[in-house]
């Protein structure tokens, strides 16, 4: 059992998203940076789509319950474990009765804690990832607060302490031309590739709203509704984008410039508010030899800790 004392303003309980039901209006939810979970799930054992915490606003305190192993990824939160410092990237021991506590991100936005075991929250719908728009899946499909108990998996038997190399976080984001690309000026698609956006405090898990220049379009036709994703990026009639991010709802009608690759989003999730980021041109060919390096990273992160 993993115990709240103090929930921070957004922590909740997210795996890699719900799968297959984007078609029934149900969105995908699940981890902003997917890539942070995973590799805090395999630090500790677990595999990837085990269901850990994502912390977005501290301060956060924990207590463990049981005996085990834990691991932190993605934003560095100063995290200390009875006042003794946890490194993101680490898998550390944890005895019954330890407080883990995290403070405000010093680098990146949300940092991402797995336990040996996993969180095991209900399943709903495939998926233990908190939706906080349709109040379904982690614990109440609710933020945590104090007093929180959340059920753990059974411990693995991990030998000792063990480090990986966090993948490096640029500014730069690879994306693809969007379906209505074509329909924005020439003046608008200029400005979309060539200068860095910043990240508004309206930013949210539904999508980063971005300022800059706003963009135009040289079609005046209304757009039915569409399917979108996350990585889509929408430009709402103020011209100013929003790239839809994990909890993205189903359809929209706003022109789509671009779609962020998959293995870039985790970067636009990372970005901080204030900060700001800049969109690559890519083709399909190289998106998918990203998603490939990908994979080749989490393999070799395995093989690092697991010999395979």
Same mark, same amino acid.
């Given at each position: 059992?993993?115990?709240?004392i ?5 922590? %909740? ?7 297959? &039901? ?10 902003? $940076? ?12 677990n595999?990837? @789509? ?15 319950a ?19 410092? /946890?490194?993101?990237?680490w ?10 506590? !995290? ?5 990146? %936005?949300?940092?991402?804690?797995? /336990? $040996?075991?996993g969180?095991?929250t $209900? ?10 728009h ?11 607060? &104090?007093?929180?108990? !959340? ?28 379906p209505?690309?074509?329909?924005? %000026? ?13 990240? %508004? ?5 539904? @999508? +980063? ?33 929003i ?33 700001? !980021?800049?969109?690559? !041109?890519c083709?399909?060919?190289e998106?998918?030899a ?9 393999? +070799?992160?395995?093989?690092?800790? +697991?010999?395979?």
């Amino acid at each position: 059992m993993l115990e709240v004392i103090q929930g921070g303003a957004l922590c %909740t309980v997210q795996d890699l998203g719900r799968q297959g &039901s984007r078609h029934l209006g149900i969105g995908h939810a699940g981890a902003l $940076d997917p890539l942070a979970l995973a590799i805090a799930n395999r630090l500790v054992g677990n595999p990837v @789509g085990y269901a850990g915490l994502e912390i977005t606003l501290g301060p956060v305190e924990l207590c463990f319950a049981r005996a085990g192993w834990l691991a932190l990824a993605g934003a560095d939160f100063g995290a200390t474990l009875d006042g003794v410092a /946890v490194w993101p990237g680490w898998r550390t021991p944890v005895r019954a009765g330890q407080h883990l506590h !995290l403070g405000s991100a010093r680098i990146g %936005t949300h940092a991402y804690l797995a /336990v $040996d075991g996993g969180i095991e929250t $209900d399943m709903v719908l495939g998926s233990r990832s908190t939706d906080l728009h349709a109040h379904f899946g982690g614990l109440e499909g609710r933020s945590l607060q &104090s007093g929180d108990r !959340l059920p753990l998996g059974h411990p693995h038997p991990l030998l000792h302490r063990q480090g990986v190399k966090l993948p490096d976080w640029s500014p730069l984001v690879r994306a693809l031309p969007g379906p209505e690309h074509a329909e924005f %000026t020439d003046a608008a698609r200029q400005r979309f590739w060539g200068e860095a956006w910043q990240v %508004t405090p309206q930013s949210d898990r539904m @999508g +980063y709203r971005l300022h800059g220049e706003p963009l135009h379009r040289d079609a005046e036709r209304e757009l039915p509704s569409h399917g979108v994703l996350p990585g889509v990026v929408q430009v709402p009639p103020s011209g100013l984008p929003i790239v839809l991010l994990a909890d993205a709802p189903t359809t929209g009608g706003y022109p789509r410039i671009a779609v962020v690759i998959e293995a870039d989003l985790w970067k636009v999730a990372q970005t901080r508010i204030g900060a700001r !980021l800049a969109f690559q !041109l890519c083709d399909a060919a190289e998106a998918t030899a990203a998603r490939v390096e990908q994979t080749g990273y989490l393999r +070799y992160l395995d093989w690092s800790l +697991y010999g395979g």
